[in-house]
Structures are given as C-alpha cells and as structure tokens.
C-alpha cells in the first residue's frame, strides 16, 4: 500500500471524515477496454424501460408518461447558505438531482430495482409466449399476466430502499415478494412494504448477512429469483440510463460540459450499485470531463476502504474495527459490491466521508433554502461542492438519491438534530 493509502486507512479507522484522490483512475478511453459492459448496454436497458412506458402509466398515473425519472434543479439559495456556513466560496453552479421526489418509490434505488424486476417479468412472459416485442406491454397489468407472475417469487437483501423499490413493483404486477432487511432498516419502511402485501424477513444483523441469507434461500426454490445488489448487472444498467436523461436535461438548461467546463457530480454510496451504475453512464456519455466522487458515512466507509486496500468486495468494515452504524441507512453497508468495486478503482475520481452530525446539518440547511426535503444518506451529496476545488466554468451536481416516502414525524426528528 502506498503512503497516501496507508495516511487513508488511518484516518479511516479513526473516523476521520477525509476526502480521498482515486490513484488508480485511468482515462476513459484506455478504461472502455477492460469495463465488462458496454454503452449499447445502456442503450439497451433504456430502450426496455420506453417499452415499459405504457404499462408504467397505467399502473402509476402519477409518473404521466410513464417514466420515472425526477427533476433537475438550480439550487440557488442553498449555495448561498452553503458559502456562508462553510466559509467558502463556491465557484460555478451547484445543481440539485431530486431522486427523493423519483416517483413510485422515492429514492434512486427505483432506477436499478425497478428495472430488474421489468426486466424479469418480460422475460417470463416472453418464454411464455404471451408476449413479444411488438405489443402493447400495459397489457402487461390484466389478470392473464398476474396470475402468471404470482407462480413466480422475486426476493432481495435491503436496508431499506431497495427493498421499497423492487417490493412495490414485484407486489403491483402480481409476483411473490420477500425482502430481507438488515437491523438498520427504518420500522416505517417495514410496515409500508407490509400494506404492499410484501413478506418482510428482519435480520437482527447487517445489510451483508441480510443479502446473504435471501440469495441462499432462493437457491432452493427454483420459481425464486434473487436480486443480487452486490453482484447484479441489471440493477447496475437500470441505474445507468439516468444518465442519458441527465444529458437531455443538461442540454435543455443549456449547461455545457467539456474540457473548459466540467462537471462534478457527487454520489452517496452504499453497496456502491446506484453511484456506480450513474458513474459508468456519465463517463461513456461525458469522457474526462465528467468527474464523479461517491460520499460514504466515516461508521460505514466500505468502498473507499476495498479500494485502498485493494480488497475490493472481499472486507468488512467492521474487520478494521469500524462498526458500520449510521443514520444514513441506505448507506448502513459493510462491504461493497464485487461488480461496482473493480469498475469504481478505475473509474471514480474519488471518495469522501462525512460524519452524521454534518448530515443533520446539510438536511436542515437544504430544507431551509430550497424546502426540499431529503433523508439523511441524500443529504451527503451536498457536501461536495465545498471539499472540490473548481472554476467558474464549472457545474457541481449533488445527487439528492431518497427522502420522498419520509413520515413527516420522522422527518421532522431529523430536521431538529439539525445544526
Ligand atoms: C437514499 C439512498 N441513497 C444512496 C444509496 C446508495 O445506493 P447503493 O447501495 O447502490 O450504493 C441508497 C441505498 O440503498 C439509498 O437508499
């Protein structure tokens, strides 16, 4: 291990909140070569998710066209708030990426989760022969198909998100659902999955062993699907379309990116397939001049430490004496996916941590400035443009990845701890 990742790894264990430089990244160009997936893969996950469309109207008016995708926004006064609280001068724009307004299922998880299980059920009944290509897939909602899904079982490992996201869905188009929940998982995100008519299995034990324990009780039942964070490359595509919407949206607001005007884009990591699966789109779409950072709590920092280890998924937080307990539970992850980790140590321009307090702190000051309401692992986003150092050409964008489906009582618990 080299100086900068043994000073790393010291301040890792003793909970330092630090902002690492990625030594391994590599341009985009030589990275295309090794990457196991390709930008027609995106295409292609994109291209399902627009035959999904019709049935995604029906099924939920609320997204209107049948796409879930959620806002792009200036965040004007929050820069404000944010320069003044840090006592630093924030050069080039802040954008805010609401993924905690994303609808059906609140948080960004519903990008890679949702896509699995359309994915899956397109399968079945394309094997079935009750459907092809060409059809009308919101016939996908009637009885025929229900009845042909409720044969089947998807089941997932959560702390909590992804298990909204792939239980809302499985539930609504007919499948069988467990979702497998880590000690971490909020009591009010069991009980709605439970009115979805989802089987919820509480582990008194991490987001590790609550993934583990699903993918082996899925091995016996051969109508059981498991839908593996830690490994899947599907949820890793669905995440990646966002950026091809993300480039639409740029465009319409008339934001360049190129070597003159870069753009920065800061990603909460957990297992590390949502930031990864985004990172891999934007870097096909955007080169070098795209550099994306993941934020982990300093109690649960397990990709940042697989990298400078070079362990990558194959350690545990909790081996080096961290224990892997924050608020920000979607981030609540020991050890980080096998896929995500080796794309990431070439491809991330970096990580940084950040400790609870702050969370509090950024969530209330958002909340105060723009009235969006994020949960504590979104919050940590918002951190990044303070710690980046950039021009006024620049575009910072924090990625607001859940707080939607939040109880306003819960919420409201959050906001007063709050600096
Ligand atoms: C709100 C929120 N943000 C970020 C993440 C991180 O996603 P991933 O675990 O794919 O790294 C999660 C994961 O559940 C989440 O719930």
Known sequence: MNDYNKKTLTDLVNLKPLLWENPNKINMREALEFLPLKYKDIIDASNRLERFAPLIRKLFPETKDGIIESPLVTGYNFTKILE???NKSIKGRVLLKCDNNLKVAGSI???????EVLKHAEKIALDNKLLYLNDDYSNLASP???NLFSKHKIAVGSTGNLGLSIGIMSAVL????????SNDAKEWKKNLLREKGVNVIEYDDDYSKAVEEGRKQCKKDSMAFFIDDENSKDLFLGYSVAALRLKTQLEKQKVVVDKDHPLYVYLPCGVGGA???I???LKHIYGDNVHCYFVEPTHAPCMVLGLITEKLSDVS?????IDNITEADGLAVSSPSNLVAKIADKLIDGIYTIEDRELFNLLKLLKDSEDIKVE???ASSLLGPVLIDSHNNSTHISWLTGGALLPKEEYKKMYQRGR
């Open 84 to 86: 003044s609280t840090y």
């Open 109 to 115: 998880k519903a990008r890679g989760g949702i896509y």
């Open 174 to 181: 007919g499948f069988k659902v467990d979702v497998h929940m």
């Open 317 to 321: 937080v909790k081996e080096y004496g």
């Open 144 to 146: 025929k198909f229900k």
């Open 279 to 281: 990172t891999f789109g």
């Open 275 to 277: 930031p990864g699966g």
């Open 376 to 378: 504590p692992s979104a």
